[in-house]
């Protein structure tokens, strides 16, 4: 089956520090590739949609220089948190769908983050 | 804009017993899905459901869309310690043009022996 792998796992940062996130598709081209956060006892956000080759999609209310993603390959994107405060520590998944289509998103095992 | 809402929010159930997820999105769309997340773990994918009417089973779990209700739910039969964990629905923001998720606010379900 489909596998996204997602590193780090886990991040501890101080604040003030970048992160860097990478999400993986280990067996498909993914042309598309989405970044969601989830806090603690919630639900997922997308953030944003990633599109090999073109610009990030970011949904309204994240902030774009911040939150640095860039999809340089069909099977690798990246997400960077930029000067990381407190409030950013969460729980980041990022999500594939394959190039040659169907109609299901396979998840990364998440990124869990943790800012000082 | 797109709201996904889950009921209940929390369920306590014990084995044997059966009990339905229910799940209602604000705008039309034909593409719903169940996921599944254990503590601390990303999503497990449970269904994909395309079209008015699909019906879909896999074990104890049935789910189930009705594109002109808005509604999807997720039935448990017979249910067991082991599908304790947190459930969500998520819905194509734009009816299937982009894929984009809008997740449900998640039901925790805690199966009791």
């Known amino acids: 089956g489909a596998v996204v792998s997602q590193h780090p796992s886990w991040v501890i940062c101080k604040s003030g520090t970048s992160v860097k996130i990478e999400c993986r598709s280990l067996?498909?081209?993914?042309?598309?590739m989405f970044w969601y956060r989830q806090f603690p006892k919630q639900s997922l956000m997308l953030m944003a949609t990633?599109?090999?080759?073109?610009?990030?999609?970011?949904e309204q209310g994240v902030e774009k220089d911040k939150f640095l993603i860039n999809h340089a390959s069909l099977t690798l994107s990246t997400l960077t948190v930029t000067s990381a405060h407190p409030e950013d520590s969460s729980f980041y998944i990022c999500?594939?769908?394959?190039?040659?289509?169907?109609?299901?998103?396979?998840f990364g095992p998440g990124t869990r983050l943790l800012v000082l | 804009e797109l709201k996904v809402e889950q009921n209940p929010l929390f369920l306590s159930m014990q084995e044997g017993k059966n009990y339905t997820i229910y799940c209602n999105y604000s705008?039309?769309?034909?593409?719903l899905y169940w996921y599944r997340q254990d503590p601390g773990k990303s999503l497990e994918s449970l269904f994909v459901?395309?079209?008015?009417?699909a019906v879909k089973q896999e074990g104890r779990l049935m789910a189930s869309l009705d594109t002109k209700a808005r509604l999807s739910t997720l039935h448990i039969t017979a249910a067991v310690h082991d599908l304790s964990a947190t459930y969500f629905c998520?819905?194509?923001?734009?009816?299937?043009?982009?894929?984009?998720?809008?997740f449900g606010t998640g039901t925790l379900l805690a199966v009791q022996p």
């Open positions: 999500s594939a769908r394959s190039r040659y289509g169907g109609e299901t998103q396979y």
């Open positions: 067996d498909f081209q993914a042309t598309t």
């Open positions: 990633s599109n090999e080759g073109s610009k990030a999609t970011y």
């Open positions: 705008t039309t769309s034909d593409r």
């Open positions: 459901l395309l079209s008015n009417g």
């Open positions: 998520a819905v194509d923001m734009e009816g299937g043009a982009t894929n984009k998720l809008i």
